[in-house]
């Protein structure tokens, strides 16, 4: 059985920083490509950043810079690492592993995910 769990997210002043991880069990990352995506209360699902087979990345245009996606595939654990935070990236941030090669994935499997709470 697959159990993907992201880890550290937490309440953080604006301007802060967070890195968040992801793991799984049952689950091979391998060179899947894999994304964020994050959640705020009353709105809808949007994609934060996405790493493919190759190790290209992408991000939200909302992202300016301040978010840095990586994987290491020796731990099996992707990392969002999320600088200057401000107010509005205040959500649910889920992982989510794709079964094909390339970015945007649809996400094939998901955690739970973790909130990040921005205090201004």
């Known amino acids: 059985q697959v159990q993907v769990v992201e880890s550290g997210g937490g309440t953080v002043q604006a301007g802060g920083s967070l890195r968040l991880s992801c793991t799984a069990s049952?689950?091979?990352?391998?060179?899947?490509?894999m994304a964020w995506f994050r959640q705020a209360p009353g709105k809808g699902r949007e994609a934060v950043s996405c790493i493919d087979w190759s190790g290209r990345t992408y991000y939200g245009d909302f992202v300016t810079g301040r978010f840095t996606i990586s994987r290491d595939a020796a731990k099996n654990t992707l990392y969002l690492q999320m600088n200057s935070l401000n107010s509005a990236d205040t959500a649910m941030y889920y992982c989510?592993?794709?079964?094909?090669?390339?970015?945007?994935?649809?996400?094939?499997?998901w955690g739970r995910g973790t909130q990040v709470t921005v205090d201004s």
């Open positions: 989510a592993a794709g079964n094909g090669t390339h970015c945007p994935i649809r996400g094939d499997y």
């Open positions: 049952g689950l091979i990352f391998g060179n899947r490509p």
